[in-house]
């Protein structure tokens, strides 16, 4: 009796467990919406056409499934060559041993697309940080007599200093 309580219970764990991860895992429904609309409305500019809250939902499943199995194929790429990050080139390799090869083409095109644009903030970037290293340098530093730093204690500001 006591033995079919605990089972019980795990079983309630364990499907609990799964409800949970695949929420956790679940694609954002407005997002999906959004995809689904936008490509539907390219395809059939004559009329608007109405998905089913179900329809959206068989799409969202059908792309978190397609990314675990892209995901697991590309990882299998990134094994086999004795490395433990992921490539873009290891998903391209991915898409094509699971015969998505038509994806491979508009997917560099969209990377080459997203690096370009986002290329110039990377170098933006350091280059603002390579002008706050040189600037510290040439701050003055505020040391006393002995060419120790002094420091700024802003935790007496509330008037309860001991000197």
Same mark, same amino acid.
């Given at each position: 009796?006591?033995?079919?309580?605990?089972?019980?219970?795990?079983?309630?764990?364990?499907?609990?467990?799964?409800?949970?991860?695949?929420?956790?895992?679940? #694609?954002?429904?407005?997002?999906?919406?959004?995809?689904?609309?936008?490509?539907?409305?390219?395809?059939?500019?004559? *009329?608007?056409? /109405?998905?089913?809250?179900?329809?959206? +939902?068989?799409? /969202?499943?059908?792309?978190?499934?397609?990314?675990?199995?892209?995901?697991?194929?590309?990882?299998?790429? *990134?094994?086999?060559?004795?490395? +433990?990050?992921?490539?873009?080139?290891?998903?391209?390799?991915?898409?094509?041993?699971?015969?998505?090869?038509?994806?491979?083409?508009?997917?560099?095109?969209? #990377?080459?697309?997203?690096?370009?644009?986002?290329?110039?903030?990377?170098?933006?970037?350091?280059?603002?940080?390579?002008?706050?290293?040189?600037?510290?340098?040439?701050?003055?530093?505020? *040391?006393?007599?002995?060419?120790?730093? +002094? +420091?700024?204690?802003?935790?007496?500001?509330?008037?309860?200093? /001991?000197?």
């Amino acid at each position: 009796m006591e033995a079919e309580k605990v089972n019980e219970t795990a079983e309630k764990v364990n499907e609990t467990a799964e409800m949970v991860l695949s929420h956790v895992e679940e #694609l954002p429904k407005t997002i999906v919406r959004r995809l689904v609309k936008n490509k539907l409305s390219q395809l059939s500019s004559d *009329c608007e056409i /109405s998905v089913l809250r179900d329809s959206l +939902q068989a799409f /969202s499943e059908s792309a978190r499934i397609f990314i675990h199995y892209l995901s697991a194929a590309a990882n299998d790429i *990134c094994k086999e060559s004795n490395r +433990q990050i992921i490539s873009a080139e290891d998903v391209f390799k991915a898409l094509e041993e699971i015969e998505f090869t038509e994806f491979i083409a508009p997917l560099r095109a969209s #990377l080459e697309e997203f690096r370009r644009k986002n290329g110039g903030r990377k170098s933006g970037s350091s280059k603002a940080k390579d002008i706050n290293k040189k600037a510290k340098k040439n701050e003055p530093s505020a *040391c006393n007599g002995d060419g120790i730093k +002094q +420091q700024e204690d802003d935790n007496n500001d509330d008037g309860n200093s /001991s000197d």
